[in-house]
């Protein structure tokens, strides 16, 4: 349903549209901050008027959590070092930098903040990492290696990163990621 | 700093005011739904003004959290069970069913929503949790059994009914809670 920022589809007015106004909110969050970012400035960077922006997206916090899911969607698969565990550690390690820094953590309470409940959009951020972490899975069953399932890497490894990273007084280390790795590394088994 | 509905502190017209708008807001909640919350309302209610509560709360947001935070202060040790892992198990089968309740998930939209960055509000819910959880891990030690760090039990088993009550497609089960708490519990030792 969107088109990512950085992978245009040529063609139609609407792809076009929404690229304009995701880069206006990742321009303007840049040089501006996100609490100045208003809808009608948005528009004015992007070259639409407001009602397009309201039309499509509701209001800005809907239109921030859009933006905040394109930015989340992974543009590669996690690297590949030639063995589960460290491939999980790597990926891990970089996903703990992003979600602890200033504009990750932006990401995750604009995906949050937009509509109550439980969306689609939140959904789909879960689903990007459970997609990664089962690419890795299966190259290491192709390895022949030990796996752990993709929904205990979830539970072990993502969730006390985001937790931490939402509500803890100290933010996650890396020493912690690696604790994280470990204990989901406990469980693991040839399939 | 802030006072529980519940629990009153006598006297001070400054805790009378607090109560009363804490008050409010719960019971304009329970019959109208937030969305249709404004300060405004929450003010005629309370029989405060408007300028009363932003001079104390700064905006609606913050009121919200504030209410929400006082919401998630527990009102009781755990449960004595008779055993640390039945302990556990109870208090997160309750925790897992309040956080995925709507008013739960509210109230973590509204502790997180308020301000940007890790606060002390969201750090609060965190120290409540910690807290029951030595509680319960102290009252393990007594009994001479082998337990779990707290470290472990907020990664392990806090932080997976979070992210899912937050993010995931399908929230998380009592068989989910239930493996939370056998994971965490191989990793108990008696100290």
């Not at 970012?37 to 209001?59: F, H, Q």
């Not at 932006?106 to 459970?130: E, H, I, K, W, Y």
């Not at 690419?135 to 399932?149: C, K, L, N």
């Given at each position: 349903m969107n088109t990512?920022?950085?992978?245009?589809r040529p063609g139609g007015r609407s792809a076009r549209v929404q690229a304009a106004v995701h880069l206006a909110v990742h321009d303007l969050t840049e040089q501006h901050g996100r609490a100045a970012l208003t809808v009608p400035l948005i528009a004015a960077r992007a070259g639409v008027t407001?009602?397009?922006i309201y039309r499509r997206w509701g209001d800005?916090?809907?239109?921030?959590?859009d933006v905040a899911v394109e930015h989340m969607r992974p543009e590669t698969d996690p690297a590949d070092?030639?063995?589960f565990a460290s491939d999980l550690f790597t990926w891990a390690e970089q996903y703990f930098e992003e979600m602890t820094s200033e504009v990750g953590l932006g990401m995750l309470r604009d995906v949050l903040s937009a509509t109550p409940g439980v969306t689609p959009r939140t959904c789909q951020c879960s689903a990007f990492n459970a997609a990664q972490i089962a690419v890795m899975v299966?190259?290491?069953?192709?390895?022949g290696e030990a796996v752990p399932e993709v929904?205990?890497?979830?539970?072990?490894?993502?969730a006390p990163i985001v937790y931490r990273a939402l509500f803890a007084a100290v933010?996650?280390?890396r020493d912690d990621v690696r604790r994280f790795v470990d204990r989901v590394m406990a469980s693991a088994t040839t399939r």
């Amino acid at each position: 349903m969107n088109t990512r920022v950085a992978g245009l589809r040529p063609g139609g007015r609407s792809a076009r549209v929404q690229a304009a106004v995701h880069l206006a909110v990742h321009d303007l969050t840049e040089q501006h901050g996100r609490a100045a970012l208003t809808v009608p400035l948005i528009a004015a960077r992007a070259g639409v008027t407001p009602s397009t922006i309201y039309r499509r997206w509701g209001d800005l916090a809907d239109l921030l959590a859009d933006v905040a899911v394109e930015h989340m969607r992974p543009e590669t698969d996690p690297a590949d070092t030639g063995g589960f565990a460290s491939d999980l550690f790597t990926w891990a390690e970089q996903y703990f930098e992003e979600m602890t820094s200033e504009v990750g953590l932006g990401m995750l309470r604009d995906v949050l903040s937009a509509t109550p409940g439980v969306t689609p959009r939140t959904c789909q951020c879960s689903a990007f990492n459970a997609a990664q972490i089962a690419v890795m899975v299966d190259r290491g069953i192709a390895r022949g290696e030990a796996v752990p399932e993709v929904d205990a890497v979830m539970d072990g490894v993502v969730a006390p990163i985001v937790y931490r990273a939402l509500f803890a007084a100290v933010p996650p280390t890396r020493d912690d990621v690696r604790r994280f790795v470990d204990r989901v590394m406990a469980s693991a088994t040839t399939r």
